[in-house]
């Protein structure tokens, strides 16, 4: 069975520091994995999506990486500010299945 | 202005009674779903329905029901036969494509429900 973990559980970074969020999964055969961002009370906004054949996915200031083999995904923000405090899950479509299976969640705090 | 709405965004229940969460989506999406989510964990699969008039079991169904008369709406009961009802409840939706590269799913605001 499909499992997502996500390390850490929380973080806290001072304004404008870039920094990396991570995913693991289990089983290597995925159809895909996103990222998506939750805001305390709130449902969720998903920020990149990436194919199983892809390697990476850029939006902005985020970046996410894909590498199926080693069962590891990567969300870099670039620059990080308060306004991008919030929880971030990451979640995979396995080839198994037809739904997501989702992480636990980084909760990330960006300090003024 | 198309996307998903839940409601209502509280909901205080009692012990013993059913509850009945709505989710209506206008992006002619032919997949819904229910998940539930608990502090500090991620989301888990409650039901789901790739059409109307059928849907499937997740991987925490017992204790729910669900109904898909229409491809809008996909409202959940909450039974008194679930014994920790309190969580935050998120209704998605997605194209339902038979290809999963179409399948971003879309979130509603989420509904969180208390038993008294």
């Known amino acids: 069975k499909q499992e997502v973990t996500q390390i850490p559980a929380a973080l806290s970074v001072p304004e404008g520091e870039n920094l990396v969020l991570n995913c693991s999964f289990t089983?290597?055969?995925?159809?895909?994995l996103q990222w998506f961002r939750q805001d305390p009370g709130k449902g969720l906004t998903s920020l990149l999506l990436i194919q199983s054949s892809q390697r990476e996915q850029t939006s902005g200031r985020l970046n996410a990486s894909l590498d199926k083999s080693s069962g590891r995904s990567t969300l870099y923000i670039a620059a990080s500010q308060p306004g991008d405090s919030a929880t971030y899950l990451c979640?995979?479509?396995?080839?198994?299945?037809?739904?997501?299976?989702f992480g636990s969640g980084t909760q990330l705090t960006v300090l003024p | 202005d198309g996307g998903i709405t839940q409601s209502p965004k509280y909901l205080f229940r009692k012990e013993g009674q059913n509850v009945t969460l709505s989710c209506e989506q206008n992006l002619n999406h032919d997949a819904m779903y229910w998940y539930r989510q608990d502090p500090g964990q991620g989301l888990r699969l409650i039901y789901y329905s790739q059409i109307v008039n059928d849907f499937q079991k997740g991987d925490i169904a017992e204790g729910y029901s669900v109904s898909r008369e229409k491809k809008e709406s996909f409202p959940l009961t909450v039974t008194s036969a679930q014994k920790n009802p309190t969580a935050f409840y998120l209704c998605?939706?997605?194209?339902?494509?038979?290809?999963?590269?179409?399948?971003?799913?879309?979130f509603g605001p989420g509904t969180r429900l208390t038993v008294l």
């Open positions: 089983d290597s055969a995925i159809y895909n």
């Open positions: 998605a939706s997605s194209i339902g494509s038979p290809s999963p590269v179409e399948n971003t799913q879309y």
């Open positions: 979640a995979v479509r396995p080839r198994s299945a037809r739904q997501l299976t």
